[in-house]
């Protein structure tokens, strides 16, 4: 019986599901492994083959983990909120739920055909009430909460309030948009609407103006990396700045347990660099310079205060709020040109384009609060708002991009060290030459900076701070398909709903785009608002608003009376694998982990982190394959004839190309313009050319899993795709060596059973050569599956059946461990020939092989003989004998006659277990 792929996978995913082999509980009497995904938004397109790439890698972990006795927690979910499905409706009229409900059944459809063992009984979806209704309590608990520095923790707002009212500000060590002072008989004349104006200013979840990348278009906010170009990845809709009140979680609180809690985390040193980088922790001064002719003064925070008397020219951001209170009458109008050209950037756009000098003189003035220098002050989309105070001192001596911009304008660029021994000093503008200041005079740079600050601190100019790069979250979206905010408004105040009124459901709705005055859809909702009349929140929350916890949701996901119980946290604790994206190290990591640590403070989780282990993936790119159209004709012609002929290379659907060989038929019916297509063959063939591109819908290079199942079925797929390469790098898909794993997998068969489909196994004892073959492979498959090597691991399997098969192995105690040992690569055939050995139990309730060091202890070697240091040929010797009893052999061997010629060797040089050298 030859191995019928096809059966037995429809035969064993069926049994999984009906047995609920992979349905998981909390076993206290058990070690438990969590081990999760980063879940897919599902989309209509489905699943390519590079999307599974991490999923199957993390089922072989979780599969081992199990074998190995662990209570392994494998879930999945769908992040199924979002703006695709939005568009979608917009355009077609269909209700986002429909149309995600239909393309979340797609997805189970072709995860359940590649094998997975994911408790299907924990799945989430986002956009179930049943879920959201956690992300809206977390938001109100969020809302409730402010941080305290003191504690190092989130606390009741009701504390913050206790504070003002005891001492107003005095003393407050708090999370703030902006420093307040005030005193407890100032706090409690206040209105309710100014008390709640003043806690917006700490809430963890808060309301405020900022800027925000805003597309008419779509009538919606959007995150970075959903704008390129100065324009909207969906739909190409042009894109602007604008200042917009919206919802942000106040993440920025946080970021030095962040920062500190990367060293606890087993993540690879490049993704801690990655939120390193982003959470940009900074040591400076805050310093105060005058402004001409205005009595506001500019905030400004610089890592190098000993630099001050270096500075030239002063930058803006274009959204910085004094920008048009210091623009002069003449320079009004080419201020507010640039400041519309700036809009069309993204603020990402503006970071990473560090070549371009723009900017815009504002006939401002500040002044040096040293030495009263005047500074002229310009407008730089090189200056971003939300880093630091959104304005720069420049120093063009010391920064390139300064330098840049200062030789772009013709402004001075003036030297802070003098005769190279980074001694700091003013600049004197009538000699031309630097005055060394007399309080740092002679010091080095670590020494003159914190010298500099202590001097801005005591003549009052500013003070020491430590800023980030971090920025807290915009948080709401003006879409429909969304978690709606559990907010209603009061005469314009924001008031939280009850817990008890969650959760706060989509109302229906046909209409799904912005209202013609601009407002989100909601808008145009009948009934949006409370039984009091009260409206709603008419935004939604975005995206990783549900992605932030549902790892959590994960342990307890049928609770309707909390999150997670304290039971399900205290077992599972925290996620002890995630495999996913390193394009999420920004995004959802951050948020996560945010969204975590604040439900550790208020005693929710027992871990202040949520993922212990994180591995990314790498991309799995498109093998695109080509036709060469003869210009000016419907002919094509073949890859290795194209020199003679003027010709168009085209895209051509992969799916109809096997081994670079065109389907002729299925090429002329795979569009209507090629169905009268002539072709000019090489031997009978055409054949394509191909290239390595991204794997992509528009280059017809996308790989539909389904085919590869239907073809060479499940666990052919899943161990070609670990076979490609290293996990962690990205490598291209080649259908031209998927028959080599296929073809393994029938061998593999082939050791258990003759053609009849009858066992062949017996009860021999295994030889010493077969049991040394399958010890290594054990512990080679084992420290691969533990360092997440698949790729080798494959290979293991391979030089094993090489071997075995060399061996003519039909022993049961050599091939029945090695059927658990593939198990977690190819579940399907290892549940087949796991019953036909005659097991009543799953495989996966077998124990994972243990390798024995005795059976590969090498009792001989094989010497490499060299003759005056080169070496001629390798003789295999038991490693027993003595250096003497080398040398006969080897001098014994005929070869080295060939090498003496009749001579008598001068010298033998035997290293026992290493090398045999003869001196002629």
């Known amino acids: 019986m030859e191995y019928n792929f096809a059966e037995i996978e429809q035969k064993w995913q069926k049994r999984w599901i009906e047995r609920k082999t992979y349905k998981v509980e909390a076993d206290p009497s058990r070690p438990k492994f969590y081990v999760l995904d980063m879940f897919p938004y599902p989309s209509g397109a489905g699943l390519h083959v590079g999307h ?24 999945m979910g769908y992040d199924a909120f979002g703006l695709p499905a939005e568009q979608y409706a917009i355009q077609t009229g269909q209700h986002p739920a429909v149309t995600t409900e239909k393309n979340i059944d797609r997805y189970r459809e072709q995860l359940d055909k590649i094998g997975f063992s994911f408790d299907w009984d924990r799945e989430v979806r986002t956009c179930d009430p049943g879920y959201y209704h956690w992300t809206q309590w977390a938001f109100l608990k969020m809302f409730d909460s402010f941080y305290c520095y003191d504690e190092n923790k989130a606390l009741p707002i009701s504390k913050l309030v206790e504070a003002f ?49 805003w597309c008419p278009g779509l009538g919606t906010v959007l995150a970075n990396d959903e704008v390129k170009d100065g324009l909207s990845v969906r739909g190409g809709f042009p894109v602007e700045q604008k200042r917009m009140k919206q919802w942000l979680l106040r993440v920025t609180a946080y970021a030095q347990r962040m920062l500190d809690g990367l060293d606890r985390l087993e993540w690879s040193d490049s993704l801690k660099e990655i939120q390193r980088n982003w959470i940009g922790r900074s040591e400076g001064a805050q310093v105060f310079f005058g402004l001409k002719g205005l009595d506001e003064q500019l905030e400004i925070f610089t890592t190098r205060a000993d630099t001050i008397f270096g500075v030239t020219f002063m930058v803006l951001a274009p959204e910085h709020e004094l920008v048009g209170k210091l623009t002069a009458p003449e320079y009004k109008d080419a201020v507010e040109n640039y400041l519309e050209e700036a809009k069309k950037r993204s603020e990402r756009e503006r970071m990473a384009d560090t070549k371009r000098v723009s900017g815009q003189f504002t006939g401002g003035y500040a002044i040096n609060p040293f030495n009263g220098k005047e500074i002229p002050i310009y407008v730089s989309d090189y200056v971003l708002s939300g880093y630091g105070t959104g304005a720069i001192m420049a120093v063009p001596a010391h920064d390139s991009r300064d330098y840049a911009f200062a030789k772009h304008f013709g402004l001075p660029i003036v030297p802070v060290v003098e005769g190279g021994d980074l001694s700091v000093g003013s600049y004197d503008a009538k000699s031309g030459t630097m005055i060394n200041s007399e309080f740092l005079t ?55 709903l009850s817990e008890d009124r969650l959760p706060l459901q989509l109302p229906p709705m046909r209409d799904f785009g912005p209202t013609a005055d601009g407002e989100p859809p909601l808008a145009r909702a009948k009934d949006w608002h409370t039984d009091e009349g009260y409206p709603y929140e008419l935004s939604t929350m975005p995206g990783f608003a549900g992605s932030s916890a549902y790892y959590l949701r994960y342990m307890d ?73 003869i210009k000016g004709t419907n002919k094509y012609v073949s890859a290795g004839l194209k020199d003679g002929y003027d010709t168009q290379e085209i895209h051509v659907d992969v799916n109809i190309v096997r081994n670079d060989v065109l389907d002729l038929d299925a090429f002329r019916k795979w569009m209507p313009e090629y169905a009268d297509a002539e072709f000019v063959l090489e031997d009978g063939k055409y054949v394509c050319g191909w290239a390595i ?54 061998r593999f068969w082939r050791l258990f059973f003759d053609r009849d489909g009858k066992l062949i196994l017996t009860d021999e004892k295994p030889t010493a050569g077969e049991l040394k073959t399958l010890h290594k492979t054990i512990r080679k498959v084992t420290e691969d599956i533990e360092n997440f090597s698949f790729n080798t691991s494959v290979s293991a399997f391979m030089i094993c059946l090489n071997e075995l ?39 996966f309730d077998a124990r994972f092989p243990e390798y ?40 014994a061997d005929p070869a080295a006659g060939k090498y003496l010629e009749g001579k008598t060797p001068k010298k033998v040089v035997v290293v026992p277990g290493k090398i045999v050298n003869v001196v002629c």
């Open 557 to 629: 996901p049928h609770n309707d009376k909390e999150l997670v119980s304290k039971e399900a946290d205290e077992y599972w604790r925290n996620v002890d694998l995630y495999v996913g994206g390193i394009e999420h190290a920004t995004g959802h990591l951050m948020y996560s982990r945010f969204w975590n640590m604040f439900l550790y403070d208020i005693g929710c989780v027992c871990e202040p982190e949520p993922f212990k282990k994180l591995i990314n993936q790498g991309m799995i790119q498109g093998r695109s394959n080509f036709v060469y159209r």
């Open 693 to 746: 591109e991204k794997m992509s819908k528009s280059m017809y290079n996308v790989v539909n899993p389904d085919h590869i199942v239907r073809d060479y079925g499940a666990d052919t797929l899943r161990m070609y795709e670990m076979f490609l390469g290293p996990l962690e790098q990205s490598k291209p898909w080649d259908t031209n060596g998927i028959d080599g794993v296929h073809k393994f997998l029938r």
């Open 165 to 213: 009212e005891r001492a107003g500000t005095e003393g407050l060590n708090a999370a703030c948009t902006r420093e307040m002072s005030f005193t407890a008989a100032q706090w409690k004349v206040m209105s309710e609407a100014e008390k709640e104006n003043v806690l917006q200013n700490y809430r963890l979840a808060f309301r405020a103006d900022t800027m925000v990348n």
């Open 52 to 75: 599974p790439l991490g999923y199957i890698a993390s089922d072989i972990y979780t599969r081992y983990k199990r074998l190995k006795g662990f209570n392994v927690l494998h879930p």
């Open 442 to 496: 002679g010091m080095d740079v670590r020494e003159a900076i914190p010298a500099m600050i202590d001097e801005i601190e005591k003549r009052g100019f500013g003070s020491r701070r430590v800023n980030y790069r971090l920025r807290d979250a915009i948080f709401s979206r003006q879409r429909y398909w969304g978690e709606p905010f559990p907010i209603y408004y009061k005469d314009d105040v924001a008031c939280p």
């Open 805 to 843: 098969s060399n061996q003519k192995c039909a022993k049961r105690a050599v091939l029945e461990p090695l059927v658990v040992l593939i198990a977690p690569f190819a579940p399907h055939l290892a549940e087949e020939v796991w019953e036909q050995l005659g097991h009543g139990t799953s495989v």
């Open 852 to 891: 024995d060091e005795k059976y590969l202890v090498e009792d001989s070697f094989e010497y490499p003989v060299s003759f005056n240091g080169k070496m001629r040929f390798k003789k295999e010797l038991s490693l027993s004998l003595s250096p003497k009893e080398v040398e006969a052999a080897v001098l």
